[in-house]
């Protein structure tokens, strides 16, 4: 099936295979390095240590493989010693939605019982991941779906890595052992963006090395520049982001003065607007990246007014920007409207004319709960409660 192949909603409820609790250790999710030691743990030779990591990471992500049996290029003694001790295991998928516009979201259940989701989003030219990194989050933005829930726990980099392997599976997007590379024709799965559940830099380790597996060449081989890790701005990790994973970032503006920040991206009060241009005007060069992308939810009469919008280009000045206006997604309970269309347009203009791009993020997915803001796993019970949600934004 192509991208834009014309699809119905569909509701489909995959059945729940159980993850291995059989003590065998998990290979996917570990860095080459950690992939070395563990096959060295098992007696694999210290000279063919290298190789060997080579052809087994190559199978689980270049090939899609997860059963060793399958892993030709090596003895059958050998394939037998690693399914002894290790498994190739990617998250369960509870269920899958397509919505009348071809987004995809799946339900993903992670060991512990837990769900987060995951988004595909088919363009005419891409096709976006949109992952998750927490379930959860501990931040309190009082526009976002995600933040009513508590923060329950980071994901491992297995976790990241596999939501885009089980995408991959769903899209069939494996090459076949035989018929080719793979590499041919445009890629379904084509950019990634750490724009779902929970606050990517506040669970650094595993999302680095989540997205170091992603981006080698030997497997997943994204580029860098088709990575996009979105943040509410913690500070101390943007630098680090740009030394370590170097990939696109994204930053939730939202705000134009500290006052209204405040109240909707709370980590504000601890990095308020100068710390954090501070943190970004270095990125693009310590990262080597052409351009941040300023994320600005558009909030009723909160945030869009004319002057926001001039306060804003002011702000960025000097930043290699592309501002990205997000009409605000709507959820049960929220405490905000979408702004009109033509304060939209208003907005975007004036943005325009200072000379940067200023696209408006077309809702996807909506009818099934998957636009940005709106993800939240139904399953979950550590909720928190409007009262709440309203004091810890100071709203209430
Ligand atoms: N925690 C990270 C990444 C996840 S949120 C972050 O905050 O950047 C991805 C984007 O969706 C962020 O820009 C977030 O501010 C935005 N968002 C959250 N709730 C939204 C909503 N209800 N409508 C529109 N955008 C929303
Ligand atoms: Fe967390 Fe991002 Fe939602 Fe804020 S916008 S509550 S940081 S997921």
């Given at each position: 099936m192509?991208?834009?192949a014309?699809?119905?909603?569909?509701?489909?409820?995959?059945?729940?295979?159980?993850?291995?609790t059989?003590?065998?250790r998990?290979?996917?999710?570990?860095?080459?390095e950690?992939?070395?030691?563990?096959?060295?743990?098992?007696?694999?030779?210290?000279?063919?240590?290298?190789?060997?990591?080579?052809?087994?990471?190559?199978?689980?992500?270049?090939?899609?493989?997860?059963?060793?049996?399958?892993?030709?290029?090596?003895?059958?003694?050998?394939?037998?010693?690693?399914?002894?001790?290790?498994?190739?295991?990617?998250?369960?998928?509870?269920?899958?939605?397509v919505?009348d516009?071809?987004?995809?979201?799946?339900?993903?259940?992670?060991?512990?019982?837990?769900?987060?989701?995951?988004?595909y989003?088919?363009?005419?030219?891409?096709?976006?991941?949109c992952?998750?990194?927490?379930?959860?989050?501990?931040?309190?933005c009082?526009?976002?779906?995600?933040g009513?829930?508590?923060?329950?726990?980071?994901?491992?980099?297995?976790?990241?890595?596999?939501?885009?392997?089980?995408?991959?599976?769903?899209?069939?997007?494996?090459?076949?052992p035989?018929?080719g590379?793979?590499?041919?024709g445009?890629?379904?799965?084509?950019?990634?963006?750490?724009?779902?559940?929970?606050?990517?830099?506040y669970?650094?380790?595993?999302?680095?090395?989540?997205?170091?597996?992603?981006?080698?060449?030997?497997?997943?081989?994204?580029?860098?520049?088709?990575i996009?890790?979105?943040?509410?701005?913690?500070?101390?990790?943007?630098?680090?982001?740009?030394e370590?994973?170097?990939?696109m970032?994204a930053?939730?503006?939202?705000?134009?003065?500290?006052?209204?920040?405040?109240?909707?991206?709370?980590?504000?009060?601890?990095?308020?607007?100068?710390?954090?241009?501070e943190?970004?005007?270095?990125?693009?060069?310590?990262?080597?990246?052409?351009?941040?992308t300023?994320?600005?939810?558009?909030?009723?009469?909160?945030n869009?007014?004319?002057?926001?919008?001039?306060?804003?280009?002011?702000?960025?000045?000097?930043?290699p920007?592309k501002?990205?206006?997000?009409p605000?997604?709507?959820?049960?309970?929220?405490?905000?409207?979408?702004?009109?269309?033509?304060?939209?347009?208003?907005?975007?203009?004036?943005?325009?004319?200072?000379?940067?791009?200023?696209?408006?993020r077309?809702?996807?997915?909506?009818?099934?709960?998957?636009?940005?803001?709106q993800?939240?796993?139904?399953?979950?019970?550590?909720?928190?409660?409007?009262?709440?949600?309203?004091?810890?934004?100071?709203?209430?």
């Amino acid at each position: 099936m192509t991208a834009n192949a014309p699809i119905t909603q569909d509701v489909l409820t995959i059945p729940r295979k159980d993850t291995p609790t059989d003590g065998r250790r998990n290979l996917v999710g570990l860095t080459r390095e950690q992939l070395r030691e563990a096959l060295v743990s098992v007696g694999t030779p210290e000279k063919q240590a290298k190789m060997r990591v080579n052809q087994i990471w190559q199978w689980i992500y270049h090939w899609g493989v997860r059963d060793f049996d399958a892993m030709t290029n090596l003895a059958k003694t050998y394939r037998a010693t690693l399914s002894e001790n290790f498994s190739v295991t990617v998250p369960d998928v509870v269920s899958r939605q397509v919505s009348d516009d071809g987004t995809r979201k799946y339900l993903v259940r992670i060991a512990g019982g837990h769900e987060v989701e995951t988004v595909y989003i088919p363009e005419e030219d891409r096709g976006t991941l949109c992952i998750s990194s927490q379930v959860g989050c501990t931040l309190t933005c009082s526009f976002c779906h995600t933040g009513t829930q508590k923060l329950v726990r980071n994901l491992t980099a297995a976790e990241i890595v596999g939501q885009i392997m089980v995408a991959r599976d769903d899209l069939g997007e494996w090459p076949e052992p035989g018929v080719g590379s793979g590499e041919s024709g445009p890629r379904l799965l084509s950019n990634i963006v750490l724009m779902g559940m929970g606050e990517p830099l506040y669970n650094f380790e595993s999302v680095r090395d989540a997205m170091k597996i992603a981006m080698d060449g030997e497997g997943i081989a994204l580029s860098r520049r088709r990575i996009t890790l979105s943040t509410s701005g913690v500070v101390p990790e943007i630098a680090r982001t740009a030394e370590e994973i170097g990939c696109m970032l994204a930053i939730s503006f939202h705000a134009t003065t500290d006052e209204v920040r405040d109240k909707l991206v709370p980590i504000n009060k601890r990095w308020p607007l100068a710390e954090l241009l501070e943190a970004l005007k270095a990125y693009p060069k310590a990262s080597n990246s052409e351009r941040i992308t300023f994320e600005y939810v558009m909030l009723k009469g909160v945030n869009d007014s004319d002057e926001d919008a001039r306060r804003l280009v002011q702000l960025i000045k000097g930043i290699p920007a592309k501002i990205n206006l997000i009409p605000f997604n709507e959820w049960p309970g929220a405490p905000y409207e979408r702004s009109d269309w033509r304060r939209i347009k208003a907005f975007a203009d004036i943005i325009y004319k200072a000379g940067y791009a200023s696209p408006i993020r077309t809702p996807r997915g909506e009818d099934i709960m998957a636009a940005c803001g709106q993800l939240k796993s139904a399953t979950e019970r550590a909720r928190k409660s409007r009262a709440e949600i309203a004091s810890e934004a100071g709203l209430g």
